[in-house]
């Protein structure tokens, strides 16, 4: 599947950035599998992060961001939908984001997800706490397809032209979760090795 056009535009401008200014470097791309669709959840530290942590993959491969739906206003709506993203209503039980991002990842797309729910460094509106939520776990699951960790660091530092990383793990070992009767256990002991994989990359950065 190629990319959008907005998405390549957008990633072919800030290329020279991310890897010149910034010295973006990668670790573990060979981790990733090479087909067919997969969650990647990613820590959460800046609103930047999707930056990084989709570059290393263009042009062969695009992400599909669950974006929050406070983003969703003219003319962001236009840019966002062009790039390939998807609203979800933080908070609530979003069934329709869920069987989005489900129906996407089966069909070979790489659905890019923030498990935290929220970027840790509080910004001038803060509302919601960043804590482990299960929702990629549980996409993964649903979906059938692998749950690959990533982290990444510097995002918010970028007033200071800090190098920036980013690390990618092997899938996380669910296939004993997926026969589970019950989803909400499967998924919450999915993103426990999920978020203690994460930590692990965070860690080596």
Request: proline share 7%; hydrophobic share 45%; charged share 25%.
């Amino acid at each position: 599947m190629r990319p959008p056009a907005v998405y390549n535009v957008v990633a072919a401008l800030t290329w020279p950035i991310l890897h010149g200014i910034y010295r973006l470097r990668a670790t573990g791309v060979e981790n990733l599998p090479r087909e067919g669709g997969y969650v990647l959840a990613c820590n959460h530290v800046s609103n930047f992060d999707p930056w990084p942590l989709g570059m290393p993959l263009w042009p062969k491969r695009w992400l599909r961001f669950m974006a929050k739906s406070e983003l969703y206003w003219w003319p962001v709506t236009l840019v966002l939908n062009g790039a390939g993203a998807f609203p979800v209503r933080r908070g609530q039980a979003d069934a329709e984001a869920i069987e989005t991002a489900e129906r996407l990842a089966r069909e070979g797309n790489v659905v890019a997800m923030f498990p935290e729910g929220t970027r840790r460094a509080k910004g001038l509106v803060k509302k919601h706490e960043a804590r482990p939520r299960s929702g990629a776990a549980r996409i993964a699951i649903e979906a059938g397809v692998p749950l690959v960790p990533a982290a990444v660091k510097g995002t918010e530092r970028l007033a200071f032209l800090r190098q920036l990383r980013v690390a990618y793990g092997a899938p996380v070992d669910i296939d004993d979760l997926r026969d589970q009767e019950d989803i909400r256990e499967a998924s919450a002991e999915a993103t426990d090795r999920l978020m203690a994989r994460i930590h692990e990359l965070e860690a080596s950065l």
